[in-house]
Each structure stands twice: as structure tokens, then as C-alpha cells.
């Protein structure tokens, strides 16, 4: 979105969001690379990364409605995500991130160009059969493994971080819906102005690309650092 027309309740909620992500990463951190005996894949972390992905893919299904040339933003965030797969390889070849947040969210905007010519009640259709579709394909494996994006897989599958088209889908198809419905206009629905303590994460959320891209380099380091030093 464009500084003038930035809606603050939107960059609280993915401030909140980047929050969350930060803290999640580095539970898991703490688990994969010193051993700390915390559970992430399951119970309240597992949650609390999941409720930053949710909140993070709805938000920007609502921003896609503020932007006129979604195509161009999802290409960027696509090679973005795309950068990261390559990162993520030379680290490891067996668990590098083959359809992450970046990659979800580029394709997504992208689609954003066709989605959004749609009534609202068939985007809620369409988000009711992706998420039908998706919890299907997410119990069933396939031989080719070229079907990822679309969340059909191979058993032998492994990604640091996985999003797929389906299910993820309906959750930023009901950001669309939103914002096609309360958003008309780029402006706040509310009609007082936030306290500054909101300010910080809405200073999170205009930089979210930024700190997405270097967060983990950041806490890898401090913890290099902590630990051995």
C-alpha cells in the first residue's frame, strides 16, 4: 500500500503478525539448533506460529484489494521467496523451503488480478472449495513431485516451511471478501486515532518484507552469540 493510504487497524494486525513470526522462529531456533527440549509441532507454539501465518495471509488478502497492479507486487514477493529456496539449499538440500510463505503469498497476489473481478459470494464459494479440496489432499500422496504448489505431495517431502495453495487459499480469498466489503475505501473504519503504543507495530508492518528476510540471520546470530561467547 502506498504511505498515504496505509489503513492502521490492517498494520496492527500484521504487526501483531510479525510479532508473532519472530517469536515462533525463535522457539524453533532454540530446538533445531541447540537442543533445547521445546515442542513447536504441536501444543501452544505450534499455535502461536500458526496464528501468525493465518493472521499474516488474511491481512494481506485485504491489502490486495487497496493495490492496483497485484501482479507486479506478488512477482516481487515471488522471487523474494525464491531467493530464500535458494538460500535454504545451500544450507540443506533435503529440508530447503520449496513453496514457502514468500512463494504462497507472490502467487497469491498474482491471482489477486482475477480473484478480485469476482461477486463476493462466489469468492466465499471458492474459499469453501479450496479449503474442502486442500484438507483432502493433505491426507493422500501422490508419485509426481512436481504438484507441491497445489499441496499434493510425495511422501518423501520435506520443506522448512510449507504453504500451499491449498488449503491456504480460502484464508486470503476471505481477506479479499473483507476488503472487498469494508474497504471500498482505503481508510481506517475507525474514526479515533490509535495510541503510539500501536505505533510499533505499525512501523512493524511497513517494514514486514525487510524484517521477514533478515529476522532469522539476526537470531541465528544472537544465539551464536549467547551461546558462545
Known amino acids: 500500500m502506498?504511505?498515504?493510504?496505509?489503513?492502521?487497524?490492517?498494520?496492527?494486525?500484521?504487526?501483531?503478525?510479525?510479532?508473532?513470526?519472530v517469536v515462533f522462529h525463535f522457539i524453533v531456533d532454540l530446538s533445531d539448533f541447540y537442543n533445547y527440549d521445546?515442542?513447536?509441532?504441536?501444543?501452544?507454539?505450534?499455535y502461536v506460529g500458526k496464528t501468525s501465518a493465518?493472521?499474516?495471509?488474511f491481512v494481506s488478502g485485504i491489502s490486495s484489494t487497496f493495490s492496483r497492479n497485484n501482479i507486479k507486487r506478488?512477482?516481487?514477493?515471488?522471487?523474494?521467496?525464491?531467493?530464500?529456496?535458494?538460500?535454504?539449499?545451500?544450507?540443506?538440500?533435503?529440508?530447503?523451503i520449496q513453496f514457502g510463505i514468500l512463494h504462497f503469498l507472490g502467487v497469491s497476489m498474482m491471482l489477486t488480478h482475477f480473484l478480485s473481478k469476482l461477486h463476493k459470494k462466489y469468492l466465499l464459494l471458492l474459499a469453501a472449495i479450496i479449503l474442502v479440496?486442500?484438507?483432502y489432499f493433505s491426507n493422500i500422496y501422490v508419485n509426481t513431485p512436481y504438484l507441491f504448489p497445489i499441496g499434493l505431495i510425495i511422501r518423501q517431502f520435506r520443506s522448512l516451511d510449507y504453504y500451499p495453495l491449498m488449503p491456504w487459499l480460502s484464508v486470503y480469498i476471505l481477506g479479499i471478501v473483507?476488503?472487498?466489503?469494508?474497504?471500498?475505501?482505503?481508510?481506517?473504519?475507525?474514526?479515533?486515532?490509535?495510541?503510539?503504543?500501536?505505533?510499533v507495530f505499525v512501523w512493524l508492518s511497513r517494514h514486514s518484507?525487510?524484517?521477514?528476510?533478515l529476522h532469522?540471520?539476526?537470531?541465528?546470530?544472537?544465539?551464536?552469540l549467547y551461546h558462545y561467547f
Open 74 to 96: 506478488g512477482f516481487k514477493i515471488l522471487c523474494w521467496g525464491l531467493v530464500i529456496t535458494a538460500v535454504t539449499f545451500i544450507y540443506s538440500r533435503y529440508v530447503f
Open 178 to 199: 473483507i476488503g472487498k466489503r469494508f474497504y471500498t475505501q482505503p481508510k481506517s473504519l475507525f474514526s479515533f486515532t490509535p495510541s503510539r503504543i500501536l505505533d
Open 133 to 135: 479440496i486442500g484438507n
Open 2 to 21: 502506498n504511505e498515504k493510504r496505509r489503513v492502521w487497524e490492517i498494520d496492527v494486525m500484521r504487526g501483531i503478525a510479525i510479532v508473532l513470526m
Open 38 to 46: 521445546i515442542a513447536y509441532l504441536s501444543g501452544f507454539w505450534y
Open 54 to 57: 493465518i493472521t499474516f495471509i
Open 216 to 224: 532469522q540471520p539476526i537470531l541465528l546470530a544472537i544465539l551464536f
Open 209 to 213: 518484507l525487510k524484517i521477514y528476510l
